[in-house]
């Protein structure tokens, strides 16, 4: 499964922090730093595809 959707899951309030690290397959501590890495955001990628006005 893609690791962007498990934690786009787990920030909608989806999955426990738990079930988020079991699904993703690491250490419950070692959540906190795929959280705040911006290559595992979707936001990016939604930004990447609106269209540019101006």
């Known amino acids: 499964m893609d ?3 498990v ?3 787990y920030r909608r309030g989806m999955l426990s ?3 988020c690290a079991q699904i993703l397959g690491v250490d419950t501590s ?3 730093g ?3 890495d911006p290559q595992l955001s979707e936001l990016p ?3 990447h595809k609106q269209p540019m006005h101006g």
């Open 17 to 19: 922090i738990q079930e």
């Open 34 to 36: 795929l959280m705040s």
């Open 45 to 47: 990628r939604l930004i």
């Open 7 to 9: 934690i786009t899951a």
């Open 3 to 5: 690791k962007r959707k």
């Open 30 to 32: 070692q959540i906190a």
